[in-house]
């Protein structure tokens, strides 16, 4: 139980371009996700929190009109990266609580997303 | 905001022996501290967690001890085995209404001696 996928598991693009990362909780409804940026060598660091029904809530310095989060039913949550540029480039990486099991703190990650701007 | 600090950024061990990772945070109203193993290019596998009303939490060769009045917690792995090479993350946050974040320390680099 508790498995939450991510596609795609890559992404490639142009300067300028978009892309959606989609995330699902698979085995779970998840009214809550959860979405991280990683650098290479780098911690994760929080960049929104995903509720089911209303608006993502952005963590600090994050720009929510470049990071857009929906997050329309209890098992998909996406990420657009808009307009994207180089700097963008990173392992984005989704996660879900899964309140069955092991208390409701309990968060289960995705495999993460590379996305490469070109 | 929470600060987490974790130490050390890289730890070498003999294999059979013990390591230990130490952080700390300081939002007193933290209460649930979960460490994560990473491996390259894989996602953070949830590998113990703690709440802050509890001491200590053990699982087979891995425990984790809270000191809430120092703001501190330790991850301990008695008996290192090669698989256990990895990255580990400390993190911590302040649940209740199911809706907060974790706050992620930098990670340290294990690295098991053979």
């Known amino acids: 139980g508790a498995v939450v996928s991510q596609h795609p598991s890559w992404v490639i693009c142009k300067s300028g371009t978009s892309v959606k990362i989609e995330c699902r909780s698979l085995d779970f409804q998840a009214t809550t996700m959860f979405w991280y940026r990683q650098f290479p060598k780098q911690s994760l660091m929080l960049m929104a929190t995903s509720n089911e029904g209303s608006k993502a809530t952005y963590e600090q310095g994050v720009e929510k009109d470049k990071f857009l989060i929906n997050h329309a039913s209890l098992t998909l949550s996406t990420l657009t990266v808009t307009s994207a540029h180089p700097e963008d480039s990173s392992f984005y990486i989704c996660?879900?609580?899964?309140?069955?099991?092991?208390?409701?703190?309990?968060?289960?990650f995705g495999p993460g997303t590379r996305l490469t701007v070109l | 905001g929470e600060n987490v600090e974790q130490h050390p950024s890289t730890l070498s061990v003999q294999e059979g022996d013990s390591a230990v990772i130490k952080c700390t945070y300081s939002d007193s109203a933290s209460n649930y501290f979960p460490w994560y193993k990473q491996e390259l290019g894989k996602r953070p596998q949830l590998i113990i967690d703690i709440r802050s009303n509890v001491g200590e939490k053990k699982d087979q060769r891995i425990a984790v001890t809270l000191n809430k009045t120092a703001k501190h917690f330790s991850l301990h792995i008695t008996e290192t085995q090669p698989e256990d090479s990895a990255v580990y993350f400390c993190?911590?946050?302040?649940?209740?209404?199911?809706?907060?974040?974790?706050?992620f320390g930098k990670g340290t680099h294990l690295i098991i001696q053979p």
């Open positions: 996660s879900a609580r899964d309140y069955r099991a092991g208390g409701p703190d309990t968060q289960y």
């Open positions: 993190a911590a946050s302040r649940t209740g209404g199911g809706a907060d974040g974790l706050t």
